[in-house]
């Protein structure tokens, strides 16, 4: 069986870097200091895809779907490429187009060409049930209601970690936290970056990231025969 997946959804950590600075997801040290405890979009994503390397397919779809619930398109794009191509179950191309099409709310062009296609391979007896698996997948995983959570737990996590201390925000701060028995340090204005935890701020910094990518391919296990380009619109 073979899953074909745009490199960003195979990388454990999905978000490109913009101009030079390092995205969270990417720095160990962020990582360490307990920045995805907050973030559990992130999160849960990156378990996913460690449990789909380990071959633990079950536990990544949970995974993606739990991150899903948080707003993460990446993860209900890669659920709905998991569900096209079946991955160690078969194929169910209803639920794959409504998985795509939930990620591809925000016109994100990656996520737009998706669903285009599997639209256009889609038997047209099954259309109205791939729209009626769309809509409710929607009430459950859309941005109106997915939105809401995470925004929630970006500001319940930012003040839980900076508390009432003044001045947390700035670059003379360190923030100290265990690893492996040894004391690390990070600059809290990195941390504590606004971009990260504002949720319409937050917001910005993924549709910034998401509207500049376009599609790539990777394949992965044993060949097989590739879906044609899209031709319609949902």
């Not at 200091?33 to 907050?38: E, I, N, P, R």
């Not at 536990?59 to 709905?80: C, H, S, T, V, W």
């Not at 549709?207 to 500049?212: A, C, I, S, V």
């Amino acid at each position: 069986m073979r899953l074909r997946l745009t490199p960003l959804l195979l990388l454990p950590f999905f978000m490109p870097a913009m101009a030079a600075d390092t995205p969270p997801e990417s720095s160990e040290t962020m990582v360490n200091a307990g920045f995805l405890d907050s973030h559990p979009d992130m999160m849960y994503r990156q378990w996913g895809v460690d449990a789909l390397h380990r071959g633990k397919v079950d536990q990544a779809m949970e995974n993606f779907r739990l991150a899903a619930r948080y707003a993460d398109k990446p993860a209900q794009g890669y659920l709905g490429e998991m569900y096209w191509f079946g991955v160690e179950r078969p194929a169910d191309r209803v639920m794959a187009f409504a998985w795509m099409d939930v990620a591809a709310e925000r016109g994100y062009p990656l996520f737009v060409e998706l669903r285009d296609q599997y639209w256009a391979a889609l038997p047209l007896e099954l259309h109205e049930a791939a729209r009626a698996k769309s809509r409710q997948l929607a009430a459950e995983y859309g941005d109106a209601v997915a939105k809401p959570r995470i925004a929630a737990v970006l500001v319940r996590g930012l003040r839980a970690m900076t508390g009432s201390r003044t001045g947390s925000m700035s670059n003379n701060v360190d923030i100290v936290y265990s690893e492996g028995g040894m004391s690390r340090t990070i600059k809290a204005d990195r941390m504590y970056d606004k971009k990260y935890w504002d949720p319409k701020l937050y917001q910005q910094w993924q549709d910034d990231t998401w509207m500049k990518i376009r599609r790539g391919k990777v394949e992965v296990g044993t060949p097989a025969m590739a879906i044609p380009s899209a031709t319609d619109n949902p």
